[in-house]
């Protein structure tokens, strides 16, 4: 490949650098040139190495101050082994679903190979400059994302989200670890690294270049007769959803019959791509087997990016919620304990990827909105439909001493003043939140929450009143405090005629959770899956992995 072909001549190229001392540059005043680019750097001035604009500001700024200004990549006046390696690791950078020119590929390549003797001071001082402006970006990538999850923007700043790159980049000259503590800054999960094999084998279908259109048409069911039923095949096939026969003939040859492996295998798909997984090939699955390699190539790298946006350590026990899937898992010791739906609100779909840690949870919580809630405004129309009859729901002012109690339906609380006037539903089957709330320590509202299972809101499939209503939000209880003391399961459950009381418990540990938005992942047996992006999401990450400074 051409690829290799250069980089074995960049490798000669570098032996050669090695071979001889340049000592025709002189170490002062390659310092110099960095001394006055950092200060210029701390002025706020843009600064140039060679071509390329230095991204890493702040990081370079600490690093260069911190060692006098002293090279990082030259070792008695010769480039050390380590510059060759991070070039080699900015080249493989595209197995991670990032762009190697983002790191100064060619400008690095460039500079390398016109390194001579005679070279002046401010060329090495460039070559430096650039290749530390490299190590700190490539690395904030790894550990943080290219894109601010929050903006959906390109970020071209090494120090963010609580990253201290300088120190890493000290470490990794000084232990002549580049590459290794390179590696390390990836995510260690193996959700990603299963994406980054399936991006690997994405790319050695479309090298393939034979990805023919499959014919809409109508619906194929089990046992019946069809010309597109061969090129099926062949794509479910390809894809790793059916073996290959050992006997395979070719597929022109053979009979166009929907036969039982291919049933299970056309299921397969189906269930891994969020589609209702009866076997009957409709346009649905048409269009999934149609996807452009390229978008699901794309998918996959976007999707990589998002497990770059975790935190290092997810925590154990720790709760997961794909936002795309609507589902959330518990899980400890990297094992899947429950599995339940769960619906993001509407309020949270502005912001579906995020992290925090439950506190405590309260069973049989109240539900109290204030009029800056939208929820107030549902309210209030149930109460013009006479629906609010149906539900207790009081109005309240002030608090302990100062608390008083209205009826809602006898007044027109719409029309109260904001402060301190809030409406309240008490514990009990018809409540919005359902049997329990599950709090975060700031306590502004609850992260996650049940359904109600009786009433007027029981019946509002499309409304939800937290941020992420939980179905087995019962079961959920029992997994997160069944190991503390004093816990049963009784307590979600309580008596039909016991008139329901709040009852608070605290986690002994705060419990991480993790809401995500995975258009595409690797389930526990390793089976990728993709869904839709229903909330938009996937074009604007796309878009930013590609952006260039």
Same mark, same amino acid.
């Given at each position: 490949?051409?690829?290799?072909?250069?980089?074995?001549?960049?490798?000669?190229?570098?032996?050669?650098?090695?071979?001889?001392?340049?000592?025709?540059?002189?170490?002062?005043?390659?310092?110099?040139?960095?001394?006055?680019?950092?200060?210029?750097?701390?002025?706020?001035?843009?600064?140039?190495?060679?071509?390329?604009?230095?991204?890493?500001?702040?990081?370079?700024?600490?690093?260069?101050?911190?060692?006098?200004?002293? %090279?990082?990549?030259?070792?008695? $006046?010769?480039?050390?082994?380590?510059?060759?390696?991070?070039?080699?690791?900015?080249? $493989?950078?595209?197995?991670?679903?990032?762009?190697?020119?983002?790191?100064?590929?060619?400008?690095?390549?460039? =500079?390398?190979?016109?390194?001579?003797?005679?070279?002046?001071?401010?060329?090495?001082?460039?070559?430096?400059?650039?290749?530390?402006?490299?190590?700190? =970006?490539?690395?904030?990538?790894?550990?943080?994302?290219?894109?601010?999850?929050?903006?959906?923007?390109? /970020?071209? /700043?090494?120090?963010?989200?609580?990253?201290?790159? &300088?120190?890493?980049?000290?470490?990794?000259?000084?232990?002549?670890?580049?590459?290794?503590?390179?590696?390390?800054?990836?995510?260690?999960?193996?959700?990603?690294?299963?994406?980054?094999?399936?991006?690997?084998? =994405?790319?050695?279908?479309?090298?393939?270049?034979?990805?023919?259109?499959?014919?809409?048409?109508?619906?194929?069911?089990?046992?019946?007769?069809?010309?597109?039923?061969?090129?099926?095949?062949?794509?479910?096939?390809? %894809?790793?959803?059916?073996?290959?026969?050992?006997?395979?003939?070719?597929?022109?040859?053979?009979?166009?019959?929907?036969?039982?492996? %291919?049933?299970?295998?056309?299921?397969?798909?189906?269930?891994?791509?969020?589609? /209702?997984?009866?076997?009957?090939?409709?346009? &649905?699955?048409?269009?999934?087997?149609?996807?452009?390699?390229?978008?699901?190539?794309?998918?996959?790298?976007?999707?990589?990016?998002?497990?770059?946006?975790?935190?290092?350590?997810?925590?154990?026990?720790?709760?997961?919620? $794909?936002?795309?899937?609507?589902?959330?898992?518990?899980?400890?010791?990297?094992?899947?304990?429950?599995?339940?739906?769960?619906?993001?609100?509407?309020?949270?779909? $502005?912001?579906?990827?995020?992290?925090?840690?439950?506190?405590?949870?309260?069973?049989?919580?109240?539900?109290?909105?204030?009029?800056?809630?939208?929820?107030?405004?549902?309210?209030?129309?149930?109460?013009?439909?006479?629906?609010?009859?149906?539900?207790?729901?009081?109005?309240?002012?002030?608090?302990?001493?100062? %608390?008083?109690?209205?009826?809602?339906?006898?007044?027109?609380?719409?029309?109260?003043?904001?402060?301190?006037?809030?409406?309240?539903?008490?514990?009990?089957?018809?409540?919005?939140?359902?049997?329990?709330?599950?709090?975060?320590?700031?306590?502004?509202?609850?992260?996650?929450?049940?359904?109600?299972?009786a009433g007027v809101l029981s019946t509002m499939t499309e409304t939800t009143f937290g941020c992420i209503q939980v179905e087995a939000a019962a079961e959920l209880v029992d997994g997160l405090l069944k190991h503390q003391q004093g816990w049963t399961r009784q307590k979600t459950h309580a008596g039909e005629d016991e008139p329901p009381q709040s009852e608070t418990h605290y986690m002994e540990q705060p419990v991480p959770l993790h809401v995500q938005y995975l258009t595409s992942w690797a389930d526990s047996d390793g089976t990728i899956h993709f869904r839709s992006d229903s909330l938009n999401r996937d074009t604007a990450v796309a878009t930013a992995l590609k952006a260039e400074p």
């Open positions: 490949m051409h690829h290799v072909a250069r980089l074995t001549r960049r490798l000669w190229v570098f032996i050669a650098l090695l071979s001889f001392s340049v000592s025709g540059l002189a170490s002062d005043d390659s310092r110099e040139e960095v001394r006055r680019r950092v200060e210029a750097m701390a002025s706020g001035f843009a600064v140039d190495a060679g071509s390329r604009r230095l991204l890493a500001v702040n990081a370079l700024r600490a690093f260069y101050q911190d060692r006098g200004f002293k %090279l990082a990549w030259f070792a008695d $006046n010769r480039l050390t082994p380590e510059a060759l390696e991070l070039l080699q690791t900015i080249d $493989n950078t595209g197995t991670e679903g990032l762009h190697p020119r983002d790191y100064h590929q060619q400008a690095l390549s460039q =500079m390398m190979q016109a390194l001579t003797l005679s070279a002046p001071a401010a060329a090495k001082a460039d070559l430096d400059l650039l290749l530390s402006d490299a190590f700190l =970006m490539l690395g904030s990538h790894l550990l943080a994302g290219k894109v601010d999850p929050r903006t959906l923007q390109a /970020q071209w /700043q090494a120090d963010r989200h609580g990253l201290e790159m &300088a120190p890493l980049l000290a470490q990794a000259v000084e232990t002549g670890s580049v590459a290794a503590l390179l590696n390390t800054f990836r995510p260690s999960q193996a959700e990603y690294q299963q994406l980054r094999q399936e991006r690997q084998r =994405m790319l050695e279908l479309l090298d393939r270049r034979d990805w023919p259109l499959i014919d809409t048409g109508p619906l194929i069911r089990p046992g019946e007769s069809d010309s597109r039923l061969p090129l099926i095949r062949a794509r479910l096939v390809a %894809l790793g959803d059916l073996a290959a026969r050992q006997t395979e003939s070719p597929a022109a040859s053979r009979p166009p019959t929907y036969e039982t492996d %291919l049933l299970a295998a056309v299921s397969r798909f189906q269930a891994r791509h969020g589609l /209702q997984a009866d076997g009957l090939i409709g346009s &649905a699955t048409i269009a999934a087997l149609n996807t452009p390699l390229q978008d699901r190539l794309a998918q996959i790298e976007v999707n990589m990016e998002r497990w770059r946006w975790l935190p290092e350590r997810l925590g154990d026990p720790h709760i997961r919620v $794909n936002a795309a899937d609507q589902r959330l898992d518990l899980v400890s010791n990297g094992q899947i304990l429950l599995s339940s739906p769960a619906r993001l609100t509407t309020a949270c779909q $502005n912001r579906p990827v995020f992290s925090d840690h439950i506190h405590y949870l309260v069973l049989n919580p109240e539900w109290s909105v204030g009029p800056d809630n939208p929820n107030f405004a549902l309210l209030s129309a149930l109460r013009k439909r006479g629906q609010l009859t149906q539900l207790p729901v009081e109005l309240h002012k002030g608090w302990g001493m100062s %608390l008083s109690k209205r009826d809602v339906t006898a007044e027109d609380w719409a029309s109260e003043p904001a402060t301190g006037s809030r409406l309240v539903q008490p514990p009990g089957r018809e409540n919005a939140l359902g049997e329990v709330k599950f709090m975060s320590a700031m306590g502004s509202g609850p992260l996650l929450h049940g359904a109600p299972s």
